[in-house]
């Protein structure tokens, strides 16, 4: 019977592992390769970081992280050609994917490449190509959008206008088009960790998109996501592992009852407490943007009244 339960609860404490780690893919973004500027090559980096860290499903991994990985391995970024090797330093890193980009000038335009390496497998997931008609007016413009085009973040799923353009090929013809951030144009409130627009229900995609314009608010809104799944693992865990506990009690296996009863009120109490913090998380989120979208607009209103012209100051 101890070993029955003692298998039961491994297999639940992986699959929350499991669960977990499934929330967010974790991206290692290197500085891309190519024979422009490092001035250059550094806004290219940070603008497609940018752009993963607003995605949902997406975690950039910190740069000091990166830094040091490769410092321990005496490696550089730039000399990372193999995809193999690449992939090995990214395992290192603890990321699920590698995003490598190189900027090659062709005169006063650009050629732009972007691949997406899996690490467990040293596979390319994803490429793209373009190249900018522009020169450096739309070069951010165009790894933007190629960035937003492999990690899908425009799905039908997301009821979002259609919009009729040209399917993206190897040579770009036209400056892309880049998608505007929601506006804020009325009451924000959140219930649990939903996030509500004048009391309609946002997705997550649509909520991140929204709390975008203030890093701050959107750091909480996703420490607060992750919270809540860790939470609901818990509480998951708790009330199976409470139930074994019973099972052994059915079974006349007094100590097997009394330990895995207090793990699973244990689990219990934790799962609940991280739903909790998880909560003030997206309300302080929201409490954030809201507090950075205060109207600062002073009108001067004039009219006559019974004692002479008057003057009214709104604010």
């Not at 490769?70 to 990321?95: C, F, H, P, W, Y």
């Amino acid at each position: 019977m101890k070993t029955k339960i003692i298998l039961a609860v491994t297999i639940f404490l992986s699959s929350i592992v499991l669960m977990a780690q499934a929330q967010d893919k974790k991206v290692a973004v290197f500085d891309p390769a190519g024979d422009v500027t490092s001035s250059i090559k550094e806004i290219v980096r940070e603008e497609i970081s940018s752009v993963i860290v607003n995605t949902g499903g997406y975690t950039v991994l910190e740069r000091a992280l990166i830094n040091k990985v490769l410092e321990e391995n005496k490696m550089q970024q730039s000399g990372l050609v193999d995809d193999t090797q690449i992939s090995e330093i990214g395992k290192r890193m603890g990321a699920n994917y590698v995003l490598v980009t190189s900027v090659t000038s062709l005169g006063t335009n650009y050629y732009v490449s972007v691949k997406m390496i899996e690490v467990l497998t040293a596979k390319i997931e994803k490429q793209k190509t373009a190249r900018t008609t522009h020169g450096a007016n739309d070069l951010i413009d165009v790894a933007q959008k190629m960035v937003k085009d492999m990690l899908g973040t425009i799905t039908v799923a997301e009821t979002k206008p259609t919009v009729t353009e040209k399917p993206v090929q190897a040579i770009v013809a036209e400056k892309p088009v880049i998608a505007q951030q929601p506006q804020h144009y009325g009451t924000v409130t959140a219930s649990k960790t939903k996030v509500y627009l004048n009391g309609s229900p946002l997705s997550k995609y649509q909520t991140r998109q929204m709390l975008a314009v203030n890093p701050e608010s959107l750091n909480y809104y996703n420490s607060g996501l992750r919270t809540n799944a860790w939470g609901k693992g818990l509480v998951i865990g708790g009330y199976v592992i409470g139930g074994i506990g019973l099972l052994g009690m059915s079974f006349d296996d007094y100590d097997s009852y009394v330990s895995m009863t207090s793990m699973g009120v244990g689990l219990l109490i934790g799962g609940y407490c991280l739903k909790a913090s998880a909560k003030k998380k997206v309300r302080t989120a929201v409490e954030s943007y809201n507090g950075s979208h205060k109207s600062t607009d002073v009108k001067l209103n004039f009219g006559f009244t019974k004692n002479g012209i008057g003057l009214a100051i709104n604010f």
